[in-house]
């Protein structure tokens, strides 16, 4: 199976940096995707990680590294417009889930003055 | 191009009823996948359509059901419902069965009183 684990919540001020990380455990994933997504709104595509390393985005960032089961998403100059559920998945390989995704439960972030 | 439309965006249904939710891929899109979001247990699987056949299946009891047209348009059934099946409902669709990138639906919210 695939456990996909991301904090719950996290905080931080207009104009920083943040990080939200996202680790797994599973046996095949093509790559890893990152979502946003407002409240009451549909997810909407940030970045797809296929290889290790770092793919950059304007001000979004993400990172993958599989040996270590690890990704993260970096937001920087944030906005108050940032404030949403961030949400990481495995988009599958193997067997009946291939081309699947399989998501994290996300991440609130809530972006202060 | 348009992109993928659910109606209806809104329903309330009381238990033991029975729902229909219909989505719109993309044109051109062949695979649409279903997804139930709630806040305990986030973006859940379904179930995927390509040409009309289901390729994948979540883990869901029988009463979650689906199909999908000749023009790729999707249905999703839910028979008897129960007040735990209130929440989002959302679509995907991308162009394969095994491509990468999904295009989420704006979602149907579904309440069960």
């Known amino acids: 199976g695939q456990n996909i684990d991301q904090p719950t919540e996290m905080t931080a001020t207009e104009g920083a940096i943040v990080q939200i990380n996202c680790t797994y455990q599973?046996?095949?994933?093509?790559?890893l995707f990152w979502y946003q997504q407002h409240a009451g709104e549909a997810p909407t595509f940030l970045s797809y990680?296929?290889?290790?390393g770092l793919e950059e985005k304007g001000r979004f960032s993400s990172f993958l590294s599989r040996s270590k089961g690890y990704s993260y998403l970096l937001l920087k100059e944030l906005q108050m417009k940032d404030s949403a559920s961030y949400l990481c998945?495995?988009?599958?390989?193997?067997?009946?889930?291939?081309?699947?995704?399989?998501f994290g439960k996300g991440t609130k972030l809530s972006v202060k003055p | 191009k348009a992109g993928v439309t659910q109606t209806p965006r809104y329903l309330i249904k009381t238990r033991g009823q029975q729902v229909t939710l219909s989505c719109s891929p993309i044109s051109g899109h062949r695979s649409v996948s279903w997804y139930q979001q709630t806040p305990g247990q986030g973006l859940q699987f379904l179930f995927e359509?390509?040409?009309?056949?289901?390729?994948n299946k979540g883990n869901f009891p029988g009463r979650f059901s689906g199909r999908q047209f000749s023009n790729s348009r999707s249905e999703m059934n839910v028979s008897t419902l129960e007040l735990g099946d209130s929440a989002l409902y959302l679509c995907a669709s991308k162009e394969l069965a095994g491509g990468d990138e999904q295009f989420f639906g704006p979602g149907t919210r579904l309440t069960v009183l």
């Open positions: 359509y390509f040409s009309e056949t289901q390729r």
């Open positions: 990680n296929v290889l290790d």
């Open positions: 998945a495995l988009l599958m390989n193997y067997g009946g889930s291939q081309g699947n995704l399989i």
């Open positions: 599973t046996s095949g994933f093509n790559g």
